[in-house]
């Protein structure tokens, strides 16, 4: 990133000061609130706090990135907006992130799902894809994968220059030695079928989950080896490294595919989630930054401190000791929580006390390493942004808003003049980081997490009744839930212009609820039952 971010040693002092002018400009005034409450329908109480919600900014926020994502706006290898034009390597981690942020907002409000959110994630996952032979140096693929600071595509194993008939080839775009792509994408396809149920993706997530498999199985040639190709358990990012934030993508899609569709997939992992609990560990017992199985092509030594070692820890040779990172260890502990939250309840109050900066009360970060405590770049940044994530899903709101304090208090939000869209203007630091900080203020503001996307909708849920169509650009649904318990559907909604919403899977015509007194009965159409509403707030409940 530019030389900003990457190193500066005033940052901080400015940040805090900015911080302070921020919050009295124009551009942060408060949006409107979302309003709750309850009421009572022949007996049935429906408290509004009892069901998922999104705020106004959220739903702005997200309204800002449809703009740069979806396919009415540009195609799928253009980068309209992304001011992205100086950086390689990095635009699948922002559409990845982004995917499994959307997704966690999609489970908040499951009773809303028009093709306005579902192109959006189809959209995300069509630009993960984008290949070299459609679109050239401004695909994914060249960015990611065949880019000459990378240059991947002539790798094997295990003979890294001279291959023979017994080497595998790990040069491949989609494998079998790319997790840090096969796994995200997999991972998105996996939350599109839980979140919309369509099919579409299924023949091509379990070839990801076969080919794993294979790796985590066998020598590659049909033979049974404990700890798989690279002896491990785990697999590469870069053809000759691992990483323990790497492969917790892959394992969420395996313990989600297990259980959208019956299959028993996850035990492929026990090796490496083994490997990465006792090996690639620090002395606090903590997640250390790699491990590399072999020295990689074109490997570069230190000219002082401790040397590498292959087999071995990547190290920090300055320190003599394993690598270290906030970003790889609050990402890991949040994409493993599922498997096993009682690594995440122990190692998450160590993790805060070695990588956390107190700055005041209010304001915090986290250092990218606590070997090196008193510099602030990039990956304090990233270390700071993964921790508020997993501050939320472990519930530590004290320290999720301290982070988010430091992160975004320097941002002005700037609406759009109609009111639609909002974004955190950081062309003072980096405009890369436009779309980034919002999908992750959408993400550590939500109720649903990362560990709660592992789990599958029931069977049932794809029978209870919804939003199939609606004027999208005219409303705002803060909340829309069919409970099943009370049969009745809560739906809180702003309305900027007279807006037709249409129900799918109600049996009879229902009424819609407003303060506990009939509103309205919905229209019968054929392609469901609607509703139309003037612009006003509404909290209704339709039985």
Same mark, same amino acid.
């Given at each position: 990133?530019?030389? %900003? ?59 800002? =990135? ?17 001011? $992205? ?13 982004? @995917?499994?942020?959307? $997704? ?15 192109? *959006?994630?189809?959209? =995300? /996952? ?11 140096? @401004? ?31 790990? &040069? ?7 997790i840090m792509w096969t796994g995200h994408y997999a991972l998105m396809e996996t939350l599109y079928e839980r979140n ?5 993706? +299924? ?5 990801? %989950?076969?080919?794993?498999? %294979? ?15 690279? &002896?491990? &358990?785990? %697999? ?10 790497? #492969? ?41 930054? &790699? ?32 690598? /270290? @990172? ?16 009682? +690594? ?37 940044? =990233? ?8 501050? #939320? ?14 992160l975004y208090d320097l941002y002005n939000k700037i609406w759009s003049p109609d009111g639609r869209t909002m974004y ?7 405009? *890369?980081?436009?779309? +980034? ?23 049932? *849920? ?26 009745? *559907?809560?739906?809180?909604?702003? /309305? ?29 159409? @054929? ?13 209704l409940v339709i039985v």
């Open positions: 990133m530019s030389t %900003i971010i990457t190193s500066n040693k005033y940052f901080v002092s400015v940040l805090i000061i900015t911080i302070i002018f921020a919050g009295l400009t124009f551009g942060n005034l408060p949006s409107p609130g979302v309003s709750a409450g309850s009421q009572t329908i022949d007996g049935v109480t429906y408290n509004f706090a009892d069901y998922g919600q999104l705020s106004h900014e959220q739903l702005a926020l997200f309204n800002y =990135l449809d703009t740069i994502v979806s396919s009415k706006y540009q195609g799928y290898g253009e980068w309209d907006g992304w001011n $992205a034009e100086d950086f390689h390597g990095l635009h699948h981690y922002v559409i990845a992130f982004m @995917s499994y942020a959307v $997704a966690s907002m999609f489970e908040t409000t499951p009773g809303y799902r028009t093709s306005y959110y579902q192109n *959006f994630a189809y959209d =995300l /996952v069509k630009k993960m894809n984008t290949t070299i032979d459609d679109w050239g140096n @401004s695909s994914i693929e060249y960015k990611e994968w065949a880019h000459p600071d990378f240059d991947f595509t002539e790798y094997y194993y295990p003979n890294v220059t001279n291959p023979d008939g017994d080497d595998i080839y790990t &040069g491949g775009f989609r494998g079998p030695a790319n919309f149920n369509t099919g579409e993706f +299924v023949d091509e997530i379990s070839w990801f %989950i076969n080919d794993w498999n %294979i790796s985590l199985l066998t020598d590659g040639f049909g033979n049974p080896k404990e700890g798989g190709i690279w &002896g491990v &358990g785990i %697999i590469p990012c870069e053809p000759y490294i691992v990483f323990s934030q790497c #492969n917790s993508i892959p394992m969420v899609a395996t313990g989600l595919y297990d259980n959208l569709y019956a299959t028993d997939y996850l035990p492929m992992w026990d090796y490496g989630l083994n490997f990465i609990n006792t090996v690639m560990q620090d002395e606090n017992d903590l997640y250390t930054d &790699g491990y590399f199985i072999q020295e990689p092509l074109g490997f570069v030594y230190a000219s002082t401190g401790t040397p590498q070692e292959f087999p071995g820890p990547s190290l920090d040779p300055s320190a003599g000791l394993p690598k /270290v @990172s906030s970003y790889g260890i609050s990402w890991a502990l949040a994409f493993l929580d599922y498997f096993q939250p009682e +690594v995440t309840i122990n190692e998450y109050p160590i993790f805060l006390e070695k990588f956390g900066q107190e700055i005041s009360g209010n304001l915090m970060y986290m250092m990218d390493s606590y070997h090196h405590p008193t510099d602030f770049g990039t990956y304090e940044l =990233l270390g700071s942004l993964f921790t508020m994530l997993l501050a #939320n899903q472990v519930q530590d709101y004290s320290t999720r808003n301290r982070l988010m304090n430091f955190f203007d950081t062309s003072s630091l980096e405009p *890369f980081l436009q779309s +980034v900080l919002a999908f992750g203020y959408i993400w550590a503001n939500n109720e649903v997490s990362i560990r709660d996307l592992v789990d599958s909708r029931q069977n049932e *849920f794809w029978d209870y009744p919804y939003i199939s169509e609606a004027d999208d650009s005219h409303i705002w649904v803060y909340q829309a839930e069919w409970d099943e318990s009370k049969s009745g *559907f809560i739906l809180n909604l702003r /309305v900027d212009q007279t807006a037709t919403l249409t129900f799918a899977n109600f049996d009879h015509a229902p009424h819609a609820f407003l303060g506990g007194n009939i509103f309205s009965e919905l229209s019968a159409t @054929s392609q469901g039952y609607e509703l139309t509403l003037n612009p006003g707030l509404y909290n």
